[in-house]
């Protein structure tokens, strides 16, 4: 019976001892306290801004673009402190719709807004914006509306290429209601008017800028994109999204909407001439305006008509001066509308440059073939083509095939090639 005291009273004077050496000394094994989570208010977090989430990769801070598709195709999301290049489609009737699903992501989350265009007026934008799915009503309807719209062909499996029923879509076309990260949105509704009148935004309509000013010198390219980037340094700096008062002004993200930058609208010669005399304007304005970014809680998405510039050497130092680019390539006008294999799509987006942050190579998706739809409700995007067959798995009855398909054309493609199968080139 002395032995059983002995564990027992070992036992807790070695607890005794344990909690006597923590207490004095601090050992590389602690929980983390409140203090060191930001919870007390000391030191308040990125993590709790709403409409945000660190990336899984590089631990940058994402925000969400509208769309869960392209959110995917960019590595979880467009990354704070970043511009998001678009390329327009020729008839600029796509990229709008990009536009508007940031910024109608912006007033969902609570964000600040900042819109910048030259020939619509920034409250007109908003009012156009898509109407987001929050009620589970207005999901169940979109739903409905979904699988409305899907082919008999696409609701049966699929009997040939089994393997590819297990491979992971791009796009998730109903709304996840799990998913806490990004909405969804009804681009055949608008955004109700309580929600814009309980945002905040900014607009820069460049016309009403440039109409107290009648020196044609104030009219040139280099002095909106001055206007503009006072503007937005204003902007930052006035309302602590540059990390200033930290404790007086609770942390928000400001979003960027800048439309049809170097277009002729706002006075700039890029897609008017290929030796232009101002084409380093529109690179200077991105080299600034990427260093505000970086040191301010924003994010950017501008929409350039590179189809109308002429001198590729500009589009490509506007490309390597965003971060982060994508191409939409509209079918509309073109040989592939009436193509039967494009009978299902409107055009092609291209992920052209994905930004390297935190690491030293960039996030790439292994999905390279993708075309979007526009609905009447939903922007989609999917998968092109489906991945060639590198597996092993080829059936038994496709070996013989090509075992006796070898032995009919012989060892060699020349005249000494011998069967009944000829090899065409």
């Known amino acids: 019976m002395a032995a059983p005291a002995t564990c027992a009273s070992g036992a807790s004077s070695t607890r005794s001892v344990a909690a006597a050496a923590g207490k004095g000394s601090v050992t590389s094994f602690q929980r983390k306290g409140p203090k060191a989570c ?10 709790s801004i709403t409409g945000t989430r660190p990336s899984v990769r590089n631990g940058q801070l994402l925000v969400s673009t509208g769309l869960p598709a392209l959110d995917q195709l960019l590595g979880g999301g467009l990354a704070v402190g970043t511009v998001l290049l678009i390329e327009e489609d020729k008839h600029n009737i796509y ?10 992501e912006g007033i969902v989350s609570g964000h600040t807004l900042l819109i910048a265009s030259a020939n619509e007026n920034p409250a007109e934008i908003l009012k156009g914006l898509p109407a987001p799915l929050l009620d589970e009503k207005d999901k169940k309807e979109f739903d409905e509306d979904v699988c409305n719209h899907k082919t008999p062909e696409a609701n049966t499996p699929m009997k040939i290429a089994w393997r590819y029923q297990l491979l992971p879509k791009v796009e998730q076309v109903g709304p996840v209601s799990s998913s806490r990260f990004g909405h969804y949105y009804d681009a055949s509704k608008k955004i109700p008017q309580k929600l814009l009148e309980d945002s905040k935004w900014h607009g820069f309509f460049l016309p009403e800028k440039l109409s107290s000013t009648l020196n044609p010198e104030s009219c040139s390219s280099t002095h909106g994109y001055m206007k503009l980037l006072q503007f937005i340094k204003n902007i930052i700096y006035e309302e602590g999204f540059d990390g200033s008062n930290p404790q007086k002004k609770q942390k928000n993200i400001l979003r960027i909407g800048i439309q049809n930058l170097g277009s002729p609208l706002w006075g700039d010669d890029i897609c008017c001439r290929e030796n232009c005399d101002k084409s ?12 505000l970014l970086r040191t301010s809680l924003s994010a950017c998405i501008i929409t350039v008509p590179t189809y109308l510039t002429m001198n590729k050497a500009v589009i490509a130092r506007v490309t390597n001066l965003s971060d982060t680019v994508i191409g939409l390539e509209s079918f509309i006008g073109s040989e592939r509308e ?7 799509y409107h055009g092609l987006i291209h992920i052209r440059q994905i930004p390297r942050l935190n690491n030293l190579t960039c996030d790439e998706s292994a999905v390279k073939d993708l075309a979007f739809k526009s609905k009447r409700k939903l922007f989609t995007i999917e998968r092109l083509h489906l991945p060639p067959d590198l597996s092993d798995t080829v059936s038994r009855s496709s070996k013989q095939d090509l075992a006796e398909s070898a032995k009919l054309l012989g060892p060699g493609c020349g005249p000494m090639a011998g069967g009944k199968k000829h090899l065409d080139f």
């Open 38 to 47: 930001g919870i007390d208010g000391s030191s308040p977090r990125l993590l």
């Open 95 to 104: 990229s709008p719709l990009l536009f508007k699903y940031f910024l109608a």
């Open 280 to 291: 380093h304007n529109l690179t200077k304005f991105l080299y600034v305006l990427r260093g």
């Open 338 to 344: 009436t193509n039967p294999l494009y009978k299902d």
